[in-house]
């Protein structure tokens, strides 16, 4: 999908491109537990290691 939108009790919480709305932290306070890429790309930045384009490549190979 290009765009999501999060709704939370009827009310539209977030919209926007899917990248921008999967990564930001305040999903879970909203019912929603972003996808396991987002959260091992969330992870790596936090610890100052990768970029999402490394991510991406790490994932696919685990997927192997």
């Known amino acids: 999908a290009d765009r999501v ?8 919480v977030r919209e926007g491109p ?5 990564g930001d932290a ?3 306070g909203h019912g929603v537990e972003p996808p396991p890429r987002v959260r091992v ?3 790596l930045a936090a610890a100052g290691l ?3 384009a490394e991510t ?9």
Do not use: F, Y
């Open 5 to 12: 939108v999060v709704v939370d009790e009827g009310r539209i």
């Open 56 to 64: 991406d490549r790490l994932m696919a190979e685990l997927a192997t």
């Open 26 to 28: 305040a999903l879970p």
């Open 18 to 22: 899917t990248a921008d709305v999967l």
């Open 41 to 43: 790309q969330s992870a």
């Open 50 to 52: 990768g970029t999402a």
